[in-house]
Every structure is written in structure tokens, then in C-alpha cells.
């Protein structure tokens, strides 16, 4: 079994992050394809800013039409500080035979070695760096490079479009709008 695993804050998931989840899964043939929405990242300095539920909520809402893509809520449950290290040791568990591919942006590639346990990390999963138009990798070793189609999104840019009044249709599936919209997420951030 492959698992291919992508963390982060979720806020709110969008296309591109759907578009990633599948393009992993055709690339790779992976058996599934998880995103973990993080706690608590040691990355994002305090940028999440939905309360888990929402945006656990929208990840699921998301997933309805993708079979192969999953959400898994180990680093909530667990709370504090996500830490990579210790959500793929849990899988490890979970999953004692599976294959793990760690996927993560270009953008994180740089200070990957600043990672809590890293090298644990690249010994216990295969660590697939997520290649975007405007980054050229250097090679290195523990690492694959996944060159992915650019996708005009962030979850930043949503936010600030909300915020805005402007519309996000084509940004984020229909559902997750609505939620978003009922809710009225991100309208005074």
C-alpha cells in the first residue's frame, strides 16, 4: 500500500490543493492520498485562523467528489504543535506495510532541514517536494520532485477575496463557498 500524506493549515482548502491530491495520486498510484490539517504549525506563525472544526468541515465538503483523496485528524486530535515527525510515526502504526510519500510545497524545500527530526523524516517516508513553474529545484538526496501544473490559488488570496466581498467561485468548490459564505468565515480578518 502507498499513502501519500500533505499537511498544513487548510484555511480553507482550495482547488489547487485538490488539484495536488490528484495529481499525486495519478503520478504516483497512490491507494490514498491524505491531507492533515495541522493543530498548531511551527511554519505558519499563527496564520490559521478558522477554529479545526470549520476547517475540518470544509476539507470534508471538499472530498465528496474525490474517492481517492482523504482527511486525516490525528494532528487535531493530538493538539499542541503538529509536527510532521510525529504524524508520520503515526501512520507507521496505522499503517505498519504502507509505502509513505510525504508531499510538501517548494516553498518549505529550502528549510526542510530545519524541521523538527528531519532526518527521521527522510528515513521513515519518501519526501516529494511539489515543483511550481517559478521553482527550480537542486538536487538532493532523500528527495523527488513532482513538477505540478501552476495553480493560481492560495489560501491567503481566498481569505482576502472574502474579506473583500469578492467572489471565490472557481477558487474553491461550490460547497466550500457555501459553508464559508454561511458562516460568514473571513469577513473581518
Given at each position: 500500500m502507498t499513502i501519500g500524506l500533505f499537511g498544513g493549515a487548510f484555511d480553507p482548502i482550495h482547488n489547487g490543493h485538490l488539484a495536488l491530491g490528484e495529481c499525486a495520486v495519478k503520478t504516483y498510484g497512490l491507494d490514498a492520498f491524505y491531507f492533515v490539517p495541522c493543530a498548531d504549525s511551527p511554519h505558519l506563525h499563527k496564520s490559521v485562523r478558522t477554529e479545526a472544526a470549520q476547517r475540518l468541515e470544509m476539507i470534508k465538503l471538499a472530498l465528496v467528489d474525490h474517492p481517492s483523496l482523504h482527511v486525516n485528524t490525528c494532528e487535531l486530535v493530538r493538539g499542541g504543535v503538529s509536527y510532521t515527525v510525529d504524524t508520520i510515526n503515526e501512520f507507521e502504526e496505522c499503517f505498519p506495510d504502507a509505502f509513505i510519500r510525504l508531499f510538501i510545497g517548494s516553498d518549505n524545500y529550502p528549510t526542510f532541514s530545519s524541521w523538527r527530526r528531519y532526518k527521521e523524516i527522510l528515513?521513515?517516508?519518501?519526501?516529494?517536494?511539489?515543483?511550481?513553474?517559478?521553482?527550480?529545484?537542486?538536487?538532493?538526496?532523500?528527495?523527488?520532485?513532482?513538477?505540478?501544473?501552476?495553480?493560481?490559488?492560495?489560501?491567503?488570496?481566498?481569505?482576502?477575496?472574502?474579506?473583500?466581498d469578492r467572489d471565490i467561485s472557481g477558487l474553491v468548490p461550490s460547497s466550500v463557498a457555501a459553508y464559508i459564505r454561511e458562516r460568514g468565515l473571513y469577513r473581518s480578518r
Open positions: 528515513q521513515k517516508a519518501h519526501v516529494t517536494v511539489i515543483v511550481r513553474d517559478d521553482f527550480i529545484p537542486a538536487l538532493a538526496e532523500g528527495f523527488e520532485f513532482m513538477p505540478m501544473p501552476q495553480v493560481a490559488v492560495s489560501s491567503s488570496e481566498i481569505r482576502a477575496a472574502v474579506a473583500a
